[in-house]
């Protein structure tokens, strides 16, 4: 059988998965980068359209972007990309997330993926940061995210933290957690 968009964009319940990141989110994170050399590497967003935040930011700061979404008949768990990349860089729908890390991980590039908190809550994440810590990195806002869905943009925060995981980048640092910008206090 045939599935629709929204039954393939959807979790287990019918909810919609489509909720996007702020152009601000979007910004503190492409300022961070723009602290290290990745100019020069093609970054790929495997769940973002041409008007995605990610998208517009890495855009509008020179870097080389590859863009993909589900809406295009490019479904991640479906998906194989016809392009080299370097570095995957996106907000994955939060449900779903064991399929997507699994596939994430297969391709062995290193990534930014953004994440809640409840990201602790799945067994099979957990697993895979204690197997291989070595690898990751998280950097986080200074404080909980707003998120844009069904069109309108939440400023305000949301009742759970986000952060962004690294997997195979900033390892030549000491820290294992590193704040996106300055904190306020």
Avoid at 28 to 40: A, C, E, T
């Amino acid at each position: 059988m045939l599935k629709t968009y929204k039954q393939m964009n959807s979790d287990n319940k019918g909810k919609s998965n489509e909720v996007y990141t702020r152009k601000i989110e979007a910004d503190k994170l492409i300022k961070f980068l723009n602290k290290y050399n990745f100019k020069n590497k093609i970054i790929w967003c495997p769940f973002d359209t041409e008007k995605s935040n990610i998208v517009l930011s890495l855009k509008e700061n020179n870097y080389k972007v590859i863009y993909t979404h589900i809406s295009t008949g490019q479904d991640f768990l479906n998906y194989n990309p016809d392009f080299n990349f370097d570095i995957m860089i996106s907000n994955p729908p939060f449900s779903k997330r064991t399929k997507f890390f699994n596939k994430i991980n297969n391709y062995n590039k290193p990534y930014i993926m953004l994440q809640p908190i409840m990201f602790f809550n799945n067994n099979s994440m957990i697993k895979e940061l204690i197997k291989n810590s070595n690898k990751y990195r998280f950097l986080m806002p200074n404080n909980r995210m707003g998120f844009i869905k069904n069109g309108v943009n939440y400023d305000k925060t949301t009742s759970f933290y986000s952060f962004w995981l690294c997997k195979d980048l900033f390892l030549d640092k000491n820290t294992f957690i590193e704040l996106l910008e300055e904190w306020i206090w």
